[in-house]
């Protein structure tokens, strides 16, 4: 079994759609998570943080984490096609740790 | 601020061939810096990490090995590549532990033939 499991996709929404992105894991150590996006051909970027369980807000965009389900959702509300690209959650224990565990990135299309 | 450059963006090698992939990281001074490759559809692998001037840490034994000579440039090597080499190599920079998440370089596409 992966730490973190994503949903690979690909996932194709309408313009204007709502979209939720999920990653569950198993370790329960885990107190810091993110999401990135990544265009085609690109680096990841950094989209947002959170630290234990709770929702962030910023824009469009609701990180929620649920520690006691190990369950991390990203909300993309009124979907634009740049939101196009692939998402990936990753996570940490925090403390001395130096590395993140990602997910295996979810392809997500926004149709015109 | 901070920016983080890689290159080349596209390399085509032989097999059996050397590789250098050079990182550099401005504007902050004694990141962590992180090598990963990404195989379609498998996430981010992580295959080194380095936490100052000459120190490596290895994730996953194999043909590679990578060296920090100065504070913000990190190097990715091969003495002999393999097909299996192939991917999409991405250099990050953290701010100590990075639980803020890393910042990557626009990444490397490398086809080993």
């Known amino acids: 079994q992966k730490e973190v499991e994503q949903d690979p996709g690909p996932l194709s929404v309408p313009e204007g759609a709502i979209v939720s992105l999920n990653c569950t894991y198993s370790n329960s150590a885990f107190q810091y998570f993110m999401w990135y996006r990544q265009y085609s051909r690109k680096g990841p970027e950094l989209l947002m943080y959170?630290?234990?369980?709770g929702n962030k807000e910023d824009g469009r965009f609701t990180a929620q984490v649920d520690k006691s389900s190990k369950y991390i959702s990203l909300f993309i509300r009124d979907s634009q096609p740049s939101d196009s690209a692939t998402y990936l959650c990753?996570?940490?224990?925090?403390?001395?740790?130096?590395?993140?565990?990602f997910g295996s990135g979810t392809q997500l299309t926004v149709l015109p | 601020s901070q920016t983080i450059h890689q290159w080349p963006a596209t390399l085509v090698q032989p097999v059996g061939s050397p590789l250098s992939l050079e990182c550099t990281v401005e504007?902050?001074?004694?990141?962590?810096l992180y090598w990963y490759r990404q195989a379609a559809g498998r996430g981010l692998q992580l295959l080194f990490y380095s936490v100052g001037i000459g120190q490596i840490s290895s994730e996953v034994p194999q043909n590679l090995s990578a060296s920090r000579p100065q504070d913000r440039q990190f190097i990715l090597s091969s003495k002999k590549l393999l097909l299996s080499d192939s991917g999409f190599y991405l250099c990050?920079?953290?701010?100590?532990?990075?639980?803020?998440?890393?910042?990557f370089g626009s990444g490397t596409r490398l086809t080993v033939v």
């Open positions: 959170t630290y234990s369980s």
């Open positions: 504007g902050t001074s004694n990141p962590n």
């Open positions: 990050a920079w953290s701010r100590d532990s990075g639980l803020r998440g890393y910042t």
């Open positions: 990753a996570m940490t224990i925090g403390g001395s740790a130096r590395q993140l565990t």
